[in-house]
């Protein structure tokens, strides 16, 4: 009896190790049958695109417009650090894609000198690189794809005159009484080059200067640290609780606008401080439907991503390219943002 036990138990070990056997031989068969159906397409160009937040709905739009502009000539464009469990700074992911030896890079650019001497690595390398909408104005990448900060400057001057209009409109309503003088605080970025928002700066105080009424601005700029979105909102509710508030608050990017919007909210203060926002993600456009921000600032991301690729192209192909794209720009208000809103719901369809 016993020996038949040890028989049987050795033919149950034999036979599971066949099965085991035939099991694998099987899968993976059937795994090398489907990857030889499946065969992968192989793109003529490989690019990279990096920037500071790639979770931002601005930077994915910038994405989508490079992604299906480049598949359009069989080129294929990876958000770089996208699928990456760590959060790696611009740096680091430049050094990555350096390594990878990616035929192109396009890349949220500063004027830091670490940033300069990757870009000038990339070149060296024989990388083409496309700075987007922040330059690295001393590297040597071939093109510079943004929108033009005078232009921005200028329009962010016309609506803080024409927040000032509606506030006087409001006060006359409710008070009988007309200000003269008027608080506007700039939020800018500290990773943000100092040359792109001087030039934004310029643009809003000659656009100001036009205004004829006699009202009199004091302009604040206030640096906000955006190297995430908690030290940013901290940054920006200390605004809320100085003694004096602005009357009005100039947002330069959407994550500003984000936490501007929310803390009016939190303090109670729509209608008493302007937000002029950045962007049309649909939080933004929701806040400027329901009146909490006067307007913002939209950015055509999609053409900017489009045209990064454009540049990349050319510069491969032939050698040279522009030296500079500029994507276009357009005021969001309670005039016209329901047709944005329409637009966006289009789009998710």
């Not at 509606?166 to 200000?179: C, F, I, L, W, Y």
């Amino acid at each position: 009896m016993r020996s038949k036990a040890v028989i049987f138990s050795i033919l149950s070990i034999v036979f599971a190790a066949a099965v085991f056997i035939v099991a694998w031989m099987y899968f993976r068969f059937a795994a090398g049958t489907d990857a030889e159906e499946q065969p992968q397409h192989s793109y003529q160009y490989y690019y990279a695109m990096i920037t500071d937040d790639y979770k931002s709905s601005f930077w994915q739009s910038v994405w989508k417009g490079a992604s299906e502009t480049a598949l359009q000539k069989d080129s294929y464009v990876e958000l770089f650090g996208s699928d990456l469990s760590y959060d790696y700074s611009a740096e680091e992911l430049m050094e990555m894609a350096i390594a990878a030896k990616v035929d192109g890079i396009m890349v949220y650019g500063s004027s830091s000198e670490k940033m300069t001497q990757l870009i000038d690595e990339a070149a060296a390398n024989g990388i083409s690189v496309v700075t987007m909408y922040s330059d690295s104005p001393l590297s040597g990448r071939c093109s510079y794809v943004g929108v033009s900060g005078y232009s921005i400057g200028l329009e962010y001057g016309r609506q803080i005159c024409s927040a000032k209009r509606d506030m006087q409109r409001v006060a006359s309503n409710d008070t009988g009484e007309r200000k003269r003088y008027y608080n506007v605080t700039i939020l800018v970025e500290e990773n943000k080059t100092l040359y792109d928002q001087n030039v934004i700066l310029s643009g809003m105080k000659d656009s100001i200067s036009r205004d004829e009424s006699g009202d009199q601005y004091n302009i604040k700029i206030v640096s906000v640290d955006n190297s995430n979105p908690f030290s940013a909102e901290e940054s920006v509710r200390n605004i809320f609780m100085e003694e004096e508030l602005p009357d009005i608050i100039v947002c330069l990017s959407e994550l500003d606008t984000t936490c501007a919007y929310q803390a009016l909210i939190d303090y109670n203060l729509v209608g008493t401080v302007y937000v002029l926002g950045y962007y049309n993600s649909e939080t933004i456009l929701n806040a400027v439907n329901r009146n909490v921000v006067f307007s913002t600032l939209a950015v055509d991301t999609e053409e900017l991503g489009k045209y990064c690729v454009e540049a990349l192209d050319e510069y491969r192909n032939y050698g040279n390219t522009s030296q500079y794209f500029s994507a276009d720009v357009t005021i969001i208000d309670r005039s016209n943002v329901a047709s944005f809103m329409q637009k966006e719901e289009t789009d998710e369809k």
